[in-house]
Each structure stands twice: as structure tokens, then as C-alpha cells.
């Protein structure tokens, strides 16, 4: 949605349902899937937002956890999604990100406050 008043393009709503390899054994698939659906919202804020985890049995070898555990798969759906609805919208992905950035008074879809300690400095692990 473009704000007319300053041009800014705001985001509406999400509503993701990630799929997880677990392959033939689960191992840590459930804990896995669930950094990744604590992750998917990114560092931008959606006014609307709804996801679900699905963990699959392949007949793959396990696909046990590994480094990020289940983070950056979270967080790289996002990142599509942005350069999708950029291309798609016709707006810079740049400032689609930044008018969409969490803001002190902004809440994630879990309820965690940034508030006041927030130092505005982002760590992604």
C-alpha cells in the first residue's frame, strides 16, 4: 500500500506456511521448524500476519540441525517475498524494506517490545 502523504510503502499482511525436509527421521525437524516460523517476519513489521509449519518424512537421509537451526530458512522466505512484492509493485526493494523496518513502538507477531533499551542496532545472526 503506497502512502500518498509521503511515499512511503507500507506492508499489509503475511500469511506464509513453511514446509520442512525432516527426511526419514525427525531428529530436531519440530525445533527446527519452529525458529524458522519464529524468524519469517524478518526485522520488517507486518500489521497482519499468520504462518504454519508443516514438518515432512521423505525418504531422505535425516536432515538433522545445522548451524542458523532453522533461522536464516526463516528469514530468506522473507527476503523473496520482498523482492517479489518489489518487482511486482514496481518499487525500489530498497525502500520497500526500509518503510517497513520494526520501529520502537512496534510489537513482532510473538509479542516481543523493542521499547526504549532497543538500541536500533540490528544482529542477524
Not at 514446509?19 to 519452529?34: A, E, I, K, S
Not at 517476519?41 to 509449519?53: I, K, L, Q, R, T
Not at 523473496?80 to 518487482?87: E, G, P, Q, S, W
Not at 526500509?98 to 533499551?117: I, K, V
Request: proline letters at 6%; aromatic letters at 12%; one cysteine or more.
Amino acid at each position: 500500500i503506497v502512502d500518498e502523504e509521503n511515499g512511503s510503502v507500507k506492508l499489509h499482511a503475511l500469511d506464509v506456511r513453511l514446509y520442512n525436509n525432516g527426511g526419514c527421521n525427525f531428529d530436531l525437524t519440530g525445533p527446527v521448524l519452529d525458529r524458522a516460523l519464529f524468524h519469517v517476519d524478518n526485522c520488517y513489521y507486518w500489521p497482519n500476519f499468520h504462518s504454519v509449519g508443516t514438518p515432512c518424512k521423505t525418504s531422505q537421509p535425516p536432515h538433522t540441525a545445522f548451524r542458523g537451526f532453522g533461522g536464516p530458512q526463516g528469514m530468506v522466505v522473507t527476503e523473496h517475498i520482498m523482492d517479489h512484492l518489489a518487482l511486482a509493485c514496481n518499487v525500489s526493494g530498497d525502500q520497500l524494506r526500509r518503510d517497513n523496518m520494526y520501529t520502537l513502538d512496534d510489537a513482532t507477531p510473538f509479542g516481543m517490545r523493542f521499547g526504549l533499551s532497543f538500541t536500533g542496532k540490528w544482529n542477524v545472526p
